[in-house]
């Protein structure tokens, strides 16, 4: 609820309601990175299966997964601006404290939910990588016009031309909205990546649109 153009309702709490009427059993907490949003999760959210959590003291059979959304603004090889977000998954909280104790030095962290970097993504593969290697990064809706891997404004022509030496690293990408399966088969690059499909919900009726 801490993200640019993002509903207030967006709650952990809300979020719990919203996935059980659609029926979602996994959701992400989105913007571990805000400090506030961070304080909540730590308050409100108490472990349950290995890298999951739940609602303290809740019946729900919804789990939450620690996740978080960040944009790298840069410039590439060619000199020309670039613009891409990225999700972050972590496994504990331990290891998110560690994260945006690092991150709160690339920018600052309590003035968006999504915070924006001005270093290279590469950068951020290779500074997570490094920090656990069970953080996941996942190039976020990519097929987007905007702040996107494949995107019209802004984006790249494929995986290596964004990442370069960190390549091996991106093992995912979430398609976003602009994307159908279709269209992920005609890119062969994509032949060795999991593809995934989140519901970017910046509303909580938006949740679980994807499905």
């Known amino acids: 609820s801490y993200a640019q153009a993002v509903s207030p309702r967006m709650t952990l709490t809300e979020l719990q309601r919203q996935a059980e009427i659609k029926g979602v059993h996994l ?75 690092e991150l709160s030095r690339w920018g600052h962290l309590e003035e968006d939910g999504r915070p924006t970097f001005r270093r290279h993504v590469k950068d951020l593969i290779r500074f997570t990588r490094e920090l656990h ?14 702040y996107s891997l494949f995107g019209s404004n802004y984006g790249f022509n494929s995986i290596e031309e964004c990442f370069e030496e960190e390549t091996p690293y991106i093992h995912a990408i979430e398609t ?8 992920i088969q005609r890119v062969s690059q994509l032949d060795n990546i999991t593809c995934v499909s989140f519901s970017d919900a910046h509303s909580p009726e938006r949740i679980g649109r994807e499905a």
């Open 27 to 101: 959701i992400g907490t989105g913007g571990f990175t805000h400090p506030l949003h961070f304080k909540a999760i730590e308050t409100e959210l108490e472990a349950a299966e290995p890298g999951l959590f739940k609602i303290k003291n809740s019946v729900s059979k919804v789990r939450f997964m620690l996740t978080a959304e960040v944009s790298n603004i840069f410039y590439g090889k060619t000199r020309q601006e670039k613009r891409i977000h990225t999700l972050l998954l972590a496994p504990s909280l331990e290891i998110v404290r560690k994260l945006n104790q």
């Open 133 to 146: 290697p069970d953080i996941l990064p996942i190039p976020a809706h990519a097929w987007t016009p905007w």
């Open 176 to 183: 976003g909205m602009d994307c159908d399966p279709a269209m």
